[in-house]
């Protein structure tokens, strides 16, 4: 038997499964005798301290990272940041990761929009204690493109999530290096995060207290628990804006062409993004890699989870001149809400924010010339493919999937696939009885899909910026939309997860399993 069919086997045993969750065995050790990979790592998540406000520094929960084998390329450390380091990987590369919990609960991570197997995946029903440890072997089949990894334990991906543990993972392969993009120096990684503190500099998070998650006297809100639930149940938002966990920085820039990776990695947050002096958003790709050809567009819409590859030609702008990342304003309505309380987070959705500020030096540096054509596609649309309708919905206090919410181990039939196949999932957001509905970015484990179409809903100012492009894993369903999908599932077997990623609604049960099964 090959090396690979060896670790298939062994990666898809319920039994190893078991083993593995109830930390019988040494898994990795098994798989160490059949197979090398190309790249391992160990990953840590652990309390630490971070200077992020003048005065007392912040505490926070953070990954860090180890490489074990590989070139030294795989992981950047940003610099005094709370952001785990950047996984850089390329295609068809073996990768292990050792993941060590030294939090004080439960965790587990997921590797956003990567296709993996099921025992690689992050389900919070792999959750490990403090002191144990997770051990993720997979082979990278994704195109290259910007996907990121964050914890994913049952009901505390949001607090563990604000607390920092969060982190960049870039893909590259043969079609990228094609075009020459800019890099090094030419590449801006921005993180984009909201967040509150206290008059310590403390984070604050409203569902800690309740919870009792944070450690004690750290962060805890002063407001009602009315208010807080409401503020939960609409997504929590902070009132001061971070890039790769920097408030506000100013960076300075040459003149020349950038490639500007953004990641909102915001639990709740969307933003509409723009640059100041009217510069046009020149999208080369989302969330599954290169669009098939540049987009001119005014403004990116990014919701929560989402990312844009945009180009920004500086290399004709005056030294000493500045740009600024910011998000326009735009009706908080257009977000929705589903409390029946008035406005009670300190900076609501749809405010006008500036992110970054670039700087530009006087110094010139090259300038990319942007092809007609950026990568191919392999997508064609599936006509006789079975419609799945999916209503999302607010009742009783809470966000529903179908009719739904999440249970650990529960997979309707209607959210069961074979391996392999074709299936169009229709996204109903549909308006709750008071009129109450909320913009819902839509996130399924496993391989990239498409968005065929979107229909319904009122004029929204989020809708210009959405380009539904190319290849997805997080498509945002806005209040009154119907959204089609084409999802072709992932040809590993197991359980995976689709959900809401405004993390509040993901932790209060705004997502279910569905099961891949032959
Ligand atoms: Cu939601």
Redesign the pocket.
């Known amino acids: 038997m090959r090396r690979r069919a060896v670790l298939r086997m062994l990666a898809s045993s319920p039994v190893l499964a078991f083993a593995e969750v109830a930390g019988l065995v040494p898994v990795d050790n098994l798989l160490a005798q059949s197979t090398a990979p190309d790249v391992e790592l160990a990953l840590t998540a652990a309390p630490g301290e971070i200077p992020l406000l003048r005065g007392t520094p912040t505490h926070v929960w953070r990954f860090t990272g180890q490489l074990v084998r590989g070139a030294t390329s795989t992981l950047q450390n940003l610099e005094s940041s709370f952001l785990g380091p950047v996984i850089r990987l390329r295609r068809g590369q073996r990768v292990r990761i050792r993941f060590r919990n030294r939090l004080d609960e439960p965790s587990i991570v997921h590797w956003h929009g990567l296709d993996v197997p099921e025992l690689a995946d992050g389900h919070p029903r792999f959750a490990v204690a403090r002191g144990a440890e997770y051990v993720y072997d997979f082979e990278v089949t994704n195109r290259a493109g910007a996907y990121w990894y964050h914890p994913h334990p049952h009901m505390r991906t949001a607090a563990q999530v604000y607390q920092g543990l969060a982190g960049l993972l870039l893909v590259s392969d043969s079609e990228e290096d094609a075009l020459g993009l800019p890099s090094g120096e030419g590449e801006l990684l921005c993180v984009l995060q909201d967040r509150r503190f206290d008059s310590n500099n403390q984070l604050v998070y409203a569902s800690a207290a309740a919870s009792g998650g944070m450690r004690a006297g750290r962060g805890r809100g002063r407001m009602g628990g009315m208010a807080q639930m409401m503020e939960t149940m609409n997504?929590w938002l902070g009132d001061r804006m971070l890039v790769n966990g920097h408030v506000q920085p100013t960076v300075d820039v040459n003149r020349r062409t950038y490639r500007v990776r953004l990641l909102n990695a915001s639990n709740?947050r969307f933003y509409k993004l723009a640059w100041s002096d009217g510069s046009s958003m020149t999208v080369i790709g989302g969330d599954g890699g290169l669009l098939e050809t540049a987009r001119a567009q005014r403004t990116v819409t990014l919701a929560p989870a989402q990312r844009a590859d945009v180009l920004l030609d500086l290399s004709s702008h005056a030294r000493g001149s500045e740009v600024r990342l910011q998000s326009l304003a735009f009706p908080a309505a257009d977000v929705g809400r589903g409390g029946m309380m008035g406005e009670t987070s300190p900076l609501p959705q749809g405010a006008a924010l500036t992110l970054m500020t670039l700087r530009v030096s006087g110094t010139q540096g090259p300038r990319f010339r942007l092809p007609d054509r950026l990568s191919t596609h392999d997508f064609h649309e599936a006509p006789r493919a079975p419609v799945r309708r999916v209503p999302?919905t607010f009742m009783q206090m809470n966000?529903f999937i179908d009719g739904r919410v999440f249970d650990m181990q529960d997979v309707a039939d209607v959210e069961t696939v074979s391996p392999g196949s074709t299936h169009i999932w229709e996204f109903v957001n549909q308006p709750g009885p008071m009129g109450m509905a909320?913009?819902?970015?839509?996130h399924l484990h496993g391989p990239q899909f498409r968005v065929l179409s979107r229909t319904g809903g009122m004029p929204n100012a989020l809708r210009d910026g959405i380009a539904d492009a190319g290849w997805t894993d997080t498509v945002l369903v806005l209040p009154g939309e119907t959204v089609r999908i084409q999802v072709t599932f992932s040809k590993h077997q197991g359980l995976y997860l689709y959900?809401?990623?405004?993390l509040?609604?993901?932790d209060m049960g705004?997502m279910r399993n569905f099961r891949i099964r032959s």
Do not use: N, T
């Not at 909320?438 to 839509?442: R, V, Y």
């Open positions: 997504g709740a999302l966000w909320m913009a819902h970015p839509l959900h809401c990623h405004i509040e609604h993901e705004m």
